[in-house]
């Protein structure tokens, strides 16, 4: 008897954890019926992944500050600066793609360490630090651009953005089963499969508790279909975004460090508590300087796919990015006080996000209408989170 | 027939899964000053909450019967009209708001809607005087020490024209001193006529105070004594745990060796923001191995101060002197050193330097030492799961898994789970800042046996108090700091209560 009531208060917070997956559900599904089925139609799929590529590399950064329990305001002026700084350097001044992307990275870490001077050495709140960094950097990047817009740039510098990842035989044709792009997609599902399965044993070698079995092959059955599928689609498009490799790439080496590194654990450390984890030797200022600093890095990355997609420079680039991306990670789950969230979580939330946003664009909404209707459903889906753990107290 | 202001019949409160009060009947005479014991967790703070309306009428089950008359509050507004006032554990005084601004804070003084700033300065003033609380009005609240701001709380709750004031331990944070000028302000309002309730842990005071006393246990009343008078410690000690507690201390099975182990020398520290004030005068203590040692004084003597600048000078300016561990001179000047030097600090204040609240029992446990469980600044997750579960039952944590929040439990859970925490890192010296506050009876004695444990496992430990007996309970040898400087030291065969007390003040 009692045991049957565990197992259903374990049900219950288990569907409560995925609340977010199901309200992406419920938007996709009705994005799909409004618009007739051209949400998950091959060619707005790819559209959707470039442009959300932006918001997502930013997650990757805006995560880790908001775990530190604050915000980042610059990130669309830095955007901004690092896109107008490379666009000099290659339209301008005709330097090679490569050195361009570095200096370009190394200018949005410098963007970022300055930030995480003030906050963490010197204890200026993140908010205001910020915000005057996002009026620096958005004058900056007019200095730089002299007001115009710079472009285009190299072949090499748009495939960052513009390519894609297709079969021998280039064109994917109708029909044909594309052999090698599928091919990638089963061998993801085959390393994610074993990762699981090994993660398990490795558990149980240990005397970790595990879940049932059950639960484990279902998630491999789920996410290798939802791979698959999502896969033929792309490849009854164009193949794979680069994009989109870069960011499958990026989002699984940021989950690890969130998750498994010393540097993640002081992250959510300090957001939790950052008297008790300073007086447990975590080095707290340090935690927020480098939070910071790899906020200006992504920041420069989402730059230049977003300048390479749009081929040119502009000063307006990056406008409301930071609100974008830090609306995902709340949506996502994430605290703002601090402490909790993860990078899946912001991802499901991007997606929210854009889905939502594609969705209206295909209707053919207003964007004044567009705006009311995601700034409702970002309240209301951090309220659907938030109220049913409220009524627990 | 005897003249009870207040009735409480049958009340049962129950949460999601747990029954807190379980038909719980309690009766208050008019006039007396109540006291209600139990261990964390028996019900007290429900009551009173289900008492103050907290929770409101709906939510409980009884009836709450006040000068003979069945009340329904449906909000806390309803009861304070009422008469009934709490102050409840954490103060809820607004920090930078003055003296009368608080008073009058859900009651403000209007002339013509607006706030009438001389009508409550003016009404302020007899309000302080009757707590004896000489200060001006316009005092900012975080001027004022936690003593005066328990008096503030008391004066706030006197201008509702309260006739019940219900005190949820008052005297928590207080030391000696402004403890019994509490509980003597206590008596005077009683002679005024004002009925009180104290829940408190300490049972001298209640039996000081007191003129009744009822025990709870796991939601039950377990006892009523009519006359506070005639009932011993001891007596109310073994109907809170409901067993006989021969001993409230372990026997002591460790035995310190001769050696010195941990000594700090010559410690000066400056205050933080005014560096000119001096806050540890020249002190030097030493610690031998297995040793337990105790280090008493009043709150604002120092000794907090003193075991934060030592642990990696996390309070403090100018500090200077030298601490030897082993014979060797070692630097202690950032946490992380300190650390690295098996030095480990458990603060007196679990909640807000101890635990991330938000966080598993594990990752608590594993913060102290995340080298043990990392290669190359990579987690091992399940290494950390099986060595941090290791430590959580070495110390009797009492929980249903290593994944539960530390926020969610208990205090002397939580107690445990820093120790098991500072234990993780595999520390030669502890200094343990006031280890059993707010903790119960049971879960104390638990924490005393660790503290042995630890003795005869030959690390230093060092205990800092404001309980005397404790002290005369647990260590072998006592320091007494008073005003920043060590003022006596002696084995604890030649100490007694009264022998500390005198070098305290």
Partial sequence: MSKLKNNRTDLAKTLRSYSMIFVLIAIVILSQILTGGLTLNPRNITNIILQQSYIVILILGMLPVILTGNVDLSVGSSVAFAGAVAAVLQVNLGWGTLPTLVVALAIGAAIGAWNGLWIAIFDIPAFI????????????????????????????????????????LGENAAGVMPIITMGLAVVACVVYALVQIIGRRQKIAHGVPVKAAWGMVARIVIISAVILVLSYMLCLDKGYPTVLVILLVFSLIYSFICNRTVFGRSLYAVGGNRKAAALSGIKDRMSMFM????????????????AARMNVATPKAGTGFELDAIAACYVG?????????????????CLVIGILNNGM??????????????????LGSVAFDIIPKMRKK | MQDHILEMREITKEFPGVKALDRVSFQVKRGEIKALVGENGAGKSTLMKVLSAVYPHGTYTGDIVLDGQVCQFNSIKQSEEAGIAIIHQELALIPLLSIAENLFIGNPQKKMGAIDWNKTHAKAVPLLERVGLHEDP??????????????????KALAKNCRILILDEPTAALNEKDSKNLLDLLKTLQAEGITCIIISHKLNEIVYVADSITVLRDGQTVADFEDAK?????????????????????????????????????????????????????????????????????????????????????????????????????????VPNAIKNGIAYLSEDRKTYGLVLGQTISKNISLSNLKRISKMGILDLNKEIEETGENAKQFGVKCSSIFQEAGNLSGGNQQKV??????????????????????????????????????????????????????????????????GQIKGEMPIEEASQEAIMRLLV
């Fill in chain 1, 129 to 168: 630090v910020t915000l005057s960094s996002q009026l620096v950097f958005r004058g900056l990047t007019q200095v730089v651009l002299d007001g115009a817009s710079i472009g285009p740039f190299d072949e090499t510098f748009r495939a960052i953005a513009g390519s894609f990842i297709t079969d021998i």
């Fill in chain 1, 291 to 306: 939070a910071y600093t790899n906020m200006g890095f992504v920041a420069a990355i989402a730059a230049l796919v977003y």
């Fill in chain 1, 333 to 349: 789950g994430a605290s703002v006080s601090g402490g909790a969230g993860t990078i899946g979580g912001a991802l499901i939330g």
């Fill in chain 1, 361 to 378: 664009s295909l209707l053919g909404i207003s964007p004044d209408w567009q705006q009311t209707v995601k700034g409702i459903v970002i």
């Fill in chain 2, 138 to 155: 316009s005092t900012p609240i975080n001027q004022l020490g936690v003593g005066k701001q328990q008096l503030v709380e008391i004066a």
């Fill in chain 2, 230 to 334: 005639s009932v011993t410690e001891d007596d109310i000690i073994r109907h809170m745990v409901g067993r006989e507690l021969n001993n409230r201390y372990p026997l002591k099975s460790h035995t310190p060796s001769d050696e010195v182990y941990y000594e700090v020398r010559n410690w000066n520290v400056y205050h933080p923001e005014d560096t000119s004030r001096q806050i540890i005068k020249d002190v030097n203590i030493q610690l031998r191995k297995g040793e337990v040692v105790g280090l008493s004084g009043l709150m604002g003597a120092g000794r907090t101060e003193f075991a934060m600048s030592l642990f990696g000078r996390s309070y403090g300016s100018n500090t200077s002197g030298e601490v030897y561990l082993g014979g060797k001179l070692i630097n202690t000047k950032s």
């Fill in chain 2, 418 to 483: 820093v120790l098991a925490k500072w234990m993780f890192n595999l520390p030669e010296v502890l200094i343990l800042d006031e280890p059993t506050r707010g903790i119960d009876v049971g879960a104390k004695y638990d924490i005393y046996c660790i503290i042995n444990e630890l003795a005869m496992a030959g690390k230093c430990v060092l205990v800092i108090s404001s309980e005397l007996p404790e002290i005369l309970g647990v260590c072998d040898r006592v320091y007494v700091m008073n005003d």
